[in-house]
């Protein structure tokens, strides 16, 4: 794991890029503290810079940015090609390897590919996580590629006439020129989902590169600073519809083929020079991970689960519990409040952009916790997208089939009428109710989700449904000025897809979207922040197929998701060890807003903060905080949306118009 950055002008350079580049690679150094290294090409104004993090080939044969052996190309890249041995033995059997490779870095395994068979096709072949910036001296042409799942970012923009990118926005930040704009038209989605999400990066003018693509800079692009369009190589609709075409109706045969995906998969991921273990929560993903490690592995693997102080959000005895049965060496991380909320302040410059998910906390916290024991961890991550883990792939289609049946606007006005009362009014009947009914019937936040049914009940489609059970926020116009406001419906976010069903789309859609947005930029920068590389193997392509060429009975089947994946775990871990309600990685933050970090967020909510962002609507999120503040219904969520988009202006300093 590595982090890379560069400029390109295309004109010639009159004065040395070396200084720059250093100077913006030195921002992202967490990412690569082993290694650095620069390159330049003056007479076409090029430049990569590297910071390495040693994993596979710890020798300086690893350095980057790296030369092809004949020459033509020079790279910078950032991750792991998990396949590259199985890549170079099919480069020396064609008889067009070098005579004799430098190392065994998956970085020259690369560059050999290139050559061989071109930039499109070395991606198709090769299985990973990356960020590349490739130099082409025989074309005068920059690729800029990114891996199919969207794991690793790559940023890039034109500053100052220039072409700039790098892995993170911190280095792009340190680019001569550098402006820093705010792009206004992200601020809803943000407030919407608690991420900036698509294309587009926070800062006008600076883009992401979406997942499986890549972007191609020629010599005259540059000079006329002109950003040409981004092309696909690889596409999770275009895959999972060829994965249908051979779904296998065999249910045994089905679960073979997915079982020996993911083993394969974790094999080729467990390869590394360096100490490796992975997370382990005792949910169904991280257990079933470790189960297929253990088993591939001759020596106990080292297990990693953090323990809170709070015990409402503490799953590590669930863990050690796996971790005994399949006899791991299993490390309990202790962790307390106080050591989440220490991280609070540090959030903005860890994210580069506003990131609201709070279980980014508890993420960064492991993270720091596990990189004392090992330099390389693998995780769950997105069992739940491919196999069908979230509670509204068993939910919408359930609510949606009874709610349709109703006139929509019969729907709407109930959900009008449900919100004459306050949430705290039906918070203080419950409390009431209480007293009397059986524990079954007593439903925390009842207001909460009273509140929220007259959403549901106000869909119009069951794409809206699917969008305002996505969303953080269901209303985040509602903190804007009304002048801010686009207009547009959560369902317009989200593309209709012929062929499939609708449990596959909304997996599909939050494969593009969740996943992309919040999960991986979670993990990779929290990860990052310690300089820990952290692999999902359920983000490979042969995983990918084999989960869609399930049945989706198989995936989702009797109201319960990630059945496949279950029954493949019960094969190593028994079912009573496995079988309990879903925690997830969650912070108490209703009770720290009130309490440890309620002078902060105080702080960030005055009249005065909220001035420096214009477009939000200052009276509107100061009426929540004073609700919040009385306990007038549960706006935590919509809150810490808010105060992390302040906390980044205030760190960043954008210019705003």
């Given at each position: 794991?590595?982090?890379?950055?560069?400029?390109?002008?295309?004109?010639?350079?009159?004065?040395?890029?070396?200084?720059?580049?250093?100077?913006?690679?030195?921002?992202?150094?967490?990412?690569?503290?082993?290694?650095?290294?620069?390159?330049?090409?003056?007479?076409?104004?090029?430049?990569l810079g590297h910071r390495r993090l040693s994993i596979v080939d710890l020798s300086p044969a690893g350095h980057q940015p790296m030369h092809s052996d004949c020459g033509r190309f020079v790279v910078a890249f950032n991750?792991?090609?998990?396949?590259?041995?199985?890549?170079?033995?099919?480069?020396?059997?064609?008889?067009?390897?070098?005579?004799?490779?430098?190392?065994?870095?998956?970085?020259?395994?690369?560059?050999?590919?290139?050559?061989?068979?071109?930039?499109?096709?070395?991606?198709?072949?090769?299985?990973?996580?990356?960020?590349?910036?490739?130099?082409?001296?025989?074309?005068?042409?920059?690729?800029?590629?990114?891996?199919?799942?969207?794991?690793?970012?790559?940023?890039?923009?034109?500053?100052?006439?220039?072409?700039?990118?790098?892995?993170?926005?911190?280095?792009?930040?340190?680019?001569?020129?550098?402006?820093?704009?705010?792009?206004?038209?992200?601020?809803?989605?943000?407030?919407?989902?608690?991420?900036?999400?698509?294309?587009?990066?926070?800062?006008?003018?600076?883009?992401?590169?979406?997942?499986?693509?890549?972007?191609?800079?020629?010599?005259?692009?540059?000079?006329?600073?002109?950003?040409?369009?981004?092309?696909?190589?690889?596409?999770?609709?275009?895959?999972?519809?060829?994965?249908?075409?051979?779904?296998?109706?065999?249910?045994?045969?089905?679960?073979?083929?997915?079982?020996?995906?993911?083993?394969?998969?974790?094999?080729?991921?467990?390869?590394?020079?360096?100490?490796?273990?992975?997370?382990?929560?005792?949910?169904?993903?991280?257990?079933?991970?470790?189960?297929?490690?253990?088993?591939?592995?001759?020596?106990?693997?080292?297990?990693?689960?953090?323990?809170?102080?709070?015990?409402?959000?503490?799953?590590?005895?669930?863990?050690a519990a796996v971790a005994a049965h399949l006899g791991t060496e299993h490390t309990t991380l202790r962790a307390t409040s106080q050591m989440a909320l220490d991280l609070v302040p540090k959030l903005p410059e860890l994210?580069?952009?506003?990131?609201?998910?709070?279980?980014?906390?508890?993420t960064c916290l492991i993270s720091a916790l596990t990189r004392q024991h090992v330099t390389v961890a693998l995780s769950g991550d997105a069992g739940d997208e491919l196999f069908g883990g979230y509670n509204r792939y068993?939910?919408?289609?359930?609510?949606?089939?009874?709610?349709?049946?109703?006139?929509?606007?019969?729907?709407?006005?109930?959900?009008?009428?449900?919100?004459?009362?306050?949430?705290?009014?039906?918070?203080?009947?419950?409390?009431?109710?209480?007293?009397?009914?059986?524990?079954?019937?007593?439903?925390?936040?009842?207001?909460?989700?009273?509140?929220?049914?007259?959403?549901?009940?106000?869909?119009?489609?069951?794409?809206?449904?699917?969008?305002?059970?996505?969303?953080?926020?269901?209303?985040?116009?509602?903190?804007?000025?009304?002048?801010?406001?686009?207009?547009?419906?959560?369902?317009?976010?989200?593309?209709?897809?012929?062929?499939?069903?609708?449990?596959?789309?909304?997996?599909?859609?939050?494969?593009?979207?969740?996943?992309?947005?919040?999960?991986?930029?979670?993990?990779?920068?929290?990860?990052?922040?310690?300089?820990?590389?952290?692999?999902?193997?359920?983000?490979?392509?042969?995983?990918?197929?084999?989960?869609?060429?399930?049945?989706?009975?198989?995936?989702?089947?009797?109201?319960?998701?990630?059945?496949?994946?279950?029954?493949?775990?019960?094969?190593?871990?028994?079912?009573?060890?496995?079988?309990?309600?879903?925690?997830?990685?969650?912070?108490?933050?209703?009770?720290?807003?009130?309490?440890?970090?309620?002078?902060?967020?105080?702080?960030?909510?005055?009249?005065?903060?909220?001035?420096?962002?214009?477009?939000?609507?200052?009276?509107?999120?100061?009426?929540?905080?004073?609700?919040?503040?009385?306990?007038?219904?549960?706006?935590?969520?919509?809150?810490?949306?808010?105060?992390?988009?302040?906390?980044?202006?205030?760190?960043?300093?954008?210019?705003?118009?």
């Amino acid at each position: 794991m590595c982090g890379i950055t560069g400029i390109f002008t295309g004109a010639p350079s009159g004065t040395a890029l070396k200084p720059a580049l250093e100077h913006m690679a030195e921002a992202i150094t967490r990412r690569g503290p082993d290694d650095s290294g620069v390159w330049e090409d003056l007479p076409v104004g090029l430049g990569l810079g590297h910071r390495r993090l040693s994993i596979v080939d710890l020798s300086p044969a690893g350095h980057q940015p790296m030369h092809s052996d004949c020459g033509r190309f020079v790279v910078a890249f950032n991750g792991e090609i998990y396949n590259h041995s199985a890549l170079r033995r099919e480069l020396e059997s064609s008889g067009r390897a070098p005579t004799g490779w430098k190392g065994h870095s998956d970085t020259e395994t690369l560059l050999c590919a290139f050559t061989v068979w071109g930039v499109e096709k070395t991606l198709e072949m090769a299985t990973g996580m990356f960020a590349i910036a490739l130099w082409d001296r025989e074309e005068q042409m920059l690729t800029l590629a990114r891996d199919r799942f969207g794991e690793k970012p790559l940023y890039y923009g034109l500053v100052a006439g220039a072409l700039v990118f790098g892995s993170e926005l911190k280095a792009l930040q340190r680019a001569p020129g550098w402006r820093g704009e705010l792009e206004p038209n992200v601020v809803e989605n943000y407030l919407r989902f608690g991420c900036v999400g698509g294309q587009q990066s926070v800062f006008k003018g600076v883009f992401k590169l979406p997942p499986g693509c890549l972007l191609k800079i020629s010599l005259s692009d540059a000079r006329n600073g002109v950003l040409p369009s981004v092309l696909q190589w690889w596409s999770p609709v275009g895959a999972a519809r060829i994965a249908l075409e051979g779904r296998n109706n065999n249910p045994a045969m089905a679960l073979d083929n997915a079982e020996q995906a993911l083993a394969a998969s974790v094999s080729q991921q467990m390869a590394a020079d360096v100490p490796l273990g992975a997370f382990l929560s005792g949910g169904v993903d991280s257990s079933l991970i470790v189960a297929l490690m253990q088993s591939q592995s001759s020596q106990k693997i080292r297990t990693f689960s953090v323990g809170f102080d709070d015990p409402r959000y503490d799953e590590s005895e669930h863990a050690a519990a796996v971790a005994a049965h399949l006899g791991t060496e299993h490390t309990t991380l202790r962790a307390t409040s106080q050591m989440a909320l220490d991280l609070v302040p540090k959030l903005p410059e860890l994210y580069d952009e506003p990131f609201a998910d709070s279980s980014q906390l508890p993420t960064c916290l492991i993270s720091a916790l596990t990189r004392q024991h090992v330099t390389v961890a693998l995780s769950g991550d997105a069992g739940d997208e491919l196999f069908g883990g979230y509670n509204r792939y068993v939910w919408v289609p359930r609510v949606w089939h009874k709610l349709s049946r109703m006139p929509l606007p019969m729907r709407q006005t109930l959900g009008r009428m449900l919100k004459l009362v306050p949430s705290s009014g039906y918070d203080r009947m419950m409390a009431l109710g209480s007293k009397v009914l059986p524990s079954r019937y007593r439903i925390r936040t009842f207001g909460e989700k009273l509140y929220k049914l007259a959403d549901v009940l106000a869909c119009g489609s069951d794409r809206a449904l699917y969008g305002g059970l996505a969303s953080m926020n269901r209303h985040p116009e509602q903190l804007l000025r009304p002048d801010c406001r686009s207009g547009n419906g959560v369902e317009d976010l989200y593309p209709a897809l012929a062929g499939f069903d609708q449990v596959e789309w909304m997996m599909l859609m939050d494969t593009l979207n969740f996943m992309v947005d919040d999960v991986l930029v979670k993990v990779d920068r929290a990860s990052m922040a310690s300089s820990l590389e952290v692999r999902a193997p359920f983000l490979d392509p042969d995983v990918f197929k084999a989960a869609w060429q399930l049945p989706l009975n198989m995936r989702v089947r009797n109201g319960e998701g990630k059945w496949a994946l279950r029954q493949i775990l019960y094969r190593h871990v028994p079912r009573e060890l496995i079988e309990r309600p879903k925690m997830g990685f969650a912070i108490p933050l209703d009770d720290w807003l009130h309490g440890p970090l309620r002078e902060w967020a105080e702080d960030l909510l005055s009249a005065l903060s909220l001035s420096s962002l214009p477009m939000l609507d200052t009276a509107a999120i100061r009426k929540l905080w004073h609700l919040h503040l009385k306990g007038h219904g549960h706006y935590a969520q919509q809150l810490w949306a808010v105060l992390q988009l302040l906390a980044w202006q205030r760190h960043w300093q954008p210019s705003v118009r």
